[in-house]
């Protein structure tokens, strides 16, 4: 079994920042990358930033500048620093992994639960 589990979500006020934590635990045999989706409410859900071994990362262009992602590859764990938080950012914000099971030959996208973002004055 594989769990990710996300923490760090709240309320803040529009040009506030809010850091997004996700930790993979569990069978994990190897890791391929890590990254986050949101979810508005009536929306799609969409990629909001991802980062693979390689250190290569992609952002929405709607974040481009302001969110940075990053990761700690001995706690199997990334993060989402989020700066100049725009209320069109409010949403629910999913960790997913592109990862292999240990025993497994095979990948997958494992889901957290999400965490909600909510920016308001």
């Known amino acids: 079994q594989v769990q990710l589990v996300e923490s760090g979500g709240g309320l803040v006020q529009p040009g506030g920042s809010l850091r997004l934590s996700c930790a993979a635990s569990?069978?994990?045999?190897?890791?391929?990358?890590m990254g986050w989706y949101r979810q508005a409410p009536g929306k799609q859900r969409e990629s909001v930033a991802t980062?693979?071994?390689?250190?290569?990362?992609t952002y929405a262009d709607s974040v481009k500048g302001r969110f940075t992602v990053s990761r700690d590859n001995a706690k199997n764990t990334v993060y989402l620093q989020m700066n100049s938080l725009k209320p069109e950012d409010t949403a629910v914000y999913h960790c997913?992994?592109?990862?292999?099971?240990?025993?497994?030959?095979?990948?997958?996208?494992?889901w957290g639960q999400g965490a909600q973002v909510t920016v308001s004055s």
């Open positions: 980062l693979t071994n390689s250190g290569s990362t």
């Open positions: 997913n992994a592109d990862l292999r099971p240990r025993g497994s030959i095979s990948r997958s996208n494992y």
């Open positions: 569990g069978n994990i045999g190897s890791v391929y990358a």
